[in-house]
T-cell receptor, first 117, second 112 residues
């Protein structure tokens, strides 16, 4: 069974640009969560999607947005990039909430490393 | 809100035992997770505790005390490949089912 895939793996942008990252969950998983990982802050939750609906959102500015498609694939978009947006962006997928043990076992993708110059 | 603390870095030698502590403050606690993350790779699930006590899985064990807001990950018979960051994460019901709040991670260096 293929794992979570993220594209692109590496990305270099300049301040003010916008970027779109893609995540394909494990087949059969309908929940996708996004996290930002930086050395100083660790992993921080961005948002979660389930059945094409945003179910939960972290404390990030409106420049960060996302969506989920009917096939459960998800994208996140960051507009007007800032230097501080340089980070590893991780996507995690899981089955429908409440199933399995642990009920929230998330499988992470390899991440997209974004560098903003 | 939630607050999670774990040591930044630890060192140990091959074959030894190491305990990585995690303390948390949260309301509506609904589970604590430990993940392992090797440099440049995705985090991988290690353990899950929702009730007090010890969960053992091979060389790895995880303990939880909900009354103390405390957990630890115990690694036995350390191997070089155990050098990685270990992330403690808490789920709280009032933050939504899938949202995990992570600590900043403990970098473990295993030396020969």
């Amino acid at each position: 069974k293929a794992g979570v895939t993220q594209t692109p793996r590496y990305l270099i942008k300049t301040r003010g640009q916008q970027v779109t990252l893609s995540c394909s969950p494990i087949s059969g998983h309908r929940s996708v969560s996004w996290y930002q990982q930086t050395p100083g802050q660790g992993l921080q939750f961005l948002f979660e999607y389930f059945s094409e609906t945003q179910r939960n959102k972290g404390n990030f500015p409106g420049r960060f947005s996302g969506r989920q498609f009917s096939n459960s694939r998800s994208e996140m978009n960051v507009s007007t990039l800032e230097l501080g947006d340089s980070a590893l962006y991780l996507c995690a997928s899981s089955r429908s909430p409440g199933t399995g043990r642990p009920p929230n076992e998330q499988f992470f993708g390899p991440g997209t490393r974004l560098t903003v110059l | 809100g939630q607050n999670i603390d774990q040591p930044t870095e630890m060192t140990a030698t091959e074959g030894a035992i190491v305990q990585i502590n995690c303390t948390y403050q949260t309301s509506g606690f609904n589970g604590l997770f430990w993940y392992q993350q090797h440099a440049g790779e995705a985090p991988t699930f290690l353990s899950y505790n929702v009730l007090d006590g010890l969960e053992e899985k091979g060389r790895f064990s995880s303990f939880l005390s909900r009354s103390k807001g405390y957990s630890y990950l115990l690694l036995k018979e350390l191997q070089m490949k155990d050098s990685a960051s270990y992330l403690c994460a808490v789920r709280a019901m009032n933050t939504g089912f899938q949202k995990l709040v992570f600590g900043t991670g403990t970098r473990l260096l295993v030396s020969p």
